[in-house]
């Protein structure tokens, strides 16, 4: 199986100031230097006032480059979806409607890709077909690695709750690599990937709320979460901030995308700081706090 970590997502929001007409949710354009790099999405948390219609766009950045045993592997994407759904539904249509994609009119719905949905097959079952947004690695085996990421948007055009509170975005992906003999991972006729794929469900933190300045701006601020010397030498230590008890863990990443440290073990933090210690070879990371109410992203160079 083809190995991709369920911390690895993290979102770029950029809000537009102003509502649109109802059922006018126009398809938004990739934009390489608005999705993050080396891939994810930023920030954890999308920030929103109560009782308000407004549009916003989502970039968004997939991993270039995996490593599949002895093998690099430029695995695809694809978005089930079907799968968008809201856990207690603060967000709705802009006409008060349930927050789902619209697949028989995506014009209509409250949230486009900047690509149509294609009816694939995700499985070897007769019934197993479901509708997708499907990116394709643009990466080649001569490399260089992590220079041409799969990157994709999506305009969401909702209306908040009246009521303020939190709630959670649920979004299913699969990464896929077809077959051995494709080098590059370029057939994308369907989507069971004879060679590797791995599904992850991503969950996306909303927040609906008068008063931002309790969240500091965003996720990120909202967990302090930062190294506390960078760059480190040999060691580096870590620290956030819980407003709250949660289960916690912490994984670091190689800008290649190689999940280089785990630690599943941290179990549930009191609410207060806390402080963690790594001990990481001389390089570049990407550090991710993860907790049930979403993530938070950092950068960490260690020198030796």
Same mark, same amino acid.
């Given at each position: 199986?083809?190995?991709?970590?369920?911390?690895? *997502?993290?979102?770029?929001?950029?809000?537009?100031?102003?509502?649109?007409?109802?059922?006018?949710?126009?398809?938004?354009?990739?934009?390489?230097? !608005?999705?993050?790099?080396?891939?994810?999405?930023?920030?954890?948390? #999308? *920030?929103?006032?109560?009782?308000?219609?407004?549009?916003?766009?989502?970039?968004?950045?997939?991993?270039?480059? @995996?490593?599949?045993?002895?093998?690099n592997v430029f695995p695809n994407y694809a978005i089930w979806v079907d799968s968008l759904r809201l856990d207690?539904?603060?967000? +709705?249509?802009?006409?008060?409607?349930?927050?789902?994609?619209?697949?028989?009119?995506?014009?209509?719905?409250?949230?486009?890709?900047?690509?149509?949905?294609?009816?694939? !097959? *995700?499985?070897?079952?007769?019934?197993?077909?479901?509708?997708?947004?499907?990116?394709?690695?643009?990466?080649?085996?001569?490399?260089?690695?992590?220079? +041409?990421?799969?990157?994709?948007?999506?305009?969401?055009?909702?209306? +908040?709750?009246?009521?303020?509170?939190?709630?959670?975005?649920?979004?299913? @992906?699969?990464?896929?690599?077809?077959?051995?003999?494709?080098?590059?991972?370029?057939? +994308?006729?369907?989507?069971?990937?004879?060679?590797?794929?791995?599904?992850?469900?991503?969950?996306?933190?909303?927040?609906?709320?008068?008063?931002?300045?309790s969240l500091s701006g965003g996720w990120g601020s909202l967990y302090a979460f930062s190294p506390v010397v960078?760059?480190?030498?040999?060691?580096?230590?870590?620290?956030?901030?819980?407003?709250?008890?949660?289960?916690?863990?912490?994984? =670091?990443? =190689?800008?290649?995308?190689?999940?280089v440290l785990s630690r599943d073990d941290l179990g549930v933090q009191p609410a207060g700081t806390h402080e963690?210690? #790594?001990?990481?070879?001389?390089?570049?990371?990407?550090?991710? #706090?993860?907790?049930?109410?979403?993530?938070?992203?950092?950068?960490?160079? @260690?020198?030796?």
């Amino acid at each position: 199986m083809l190995y991709i970590c369920s911390g690895m *997502w993290y979102v770029v929001i950029s809000l537009i100031g102003v509502a649109l007409v109802y059922g006018q949710c126009s398809m938004c354009t990739p934009d390489a230097s !608005q999705s993050p790099s080396p891939y994810g999405f930023n920030p954890s948390i #999308l *920030w929103l006032p109560p009782g308000k219609d407004t549009s916003l766009t989502i970039y968004f950045t997939f991993p270039d480059q @995996v490593q599949q045993g002895s093998l690099n592997v430029f695995p695809n994407y694809a978005i089930w979806v079907d799968s968008l759904r809201l856990d207690v539904g603060l967000i +709705t249509d802009q006409n008060g409607n349930p927050f789902a994609y619209n697949v028989s009119n995506p014009d209509a719905g409250p949230i486009r890709f900047d690509q149509l949905h294609r009816y694939k !097959q *995700w499985g070897s079952g007769a019934t197993e077909y479901a509708n997708f947004v499907v990116y394709r690695n643009p990466g080649t085996s001569a490399g260089p690695a992590g220079q +041409t990421p799969p990157i994709g948007c999506a305009r969401v055009c909702i209306r +908040t709750s009246a009521n303020e509170g939190s709630d959670t975005l649920r979004v299913k @992906v699969r990464a896929f690599v077809q077959v051995l003999g494709d080098v590059d991972n370029k057939d +994308t006729t369907n989507l069971i990937g004879t060679l590797g794929r791995a599904d992850t469900v991503f969950r996306y933190a909303v927040v609906i709320s008068n008063n931002p300045a309790s969240l500091s701006g965003g996720w990120g601020s909202l967990y302090a979460f930062s190294p506390v010397v960078n760059p480190a030498y040999r060691e580096a230590v870590v620290r956030y901030t819980l407003h709250a008890p949660m289960a916690v863990r912490l994984r =670091a990443y =190689a800008l290649d995308g190689r999940e280089v440290l785990s630690r599943d073990d941290l179990g549930v933090q009191p609410a207060g700081t806390h402080e963690e210690t #790594l001990q990481l070879p001389a390089g570049q990371y990407l550090l991710r #706090l993860e907790t049930p109410y979403g993530m938070s992203s950092t950068r960490l160079t @260690v020198v030796e």
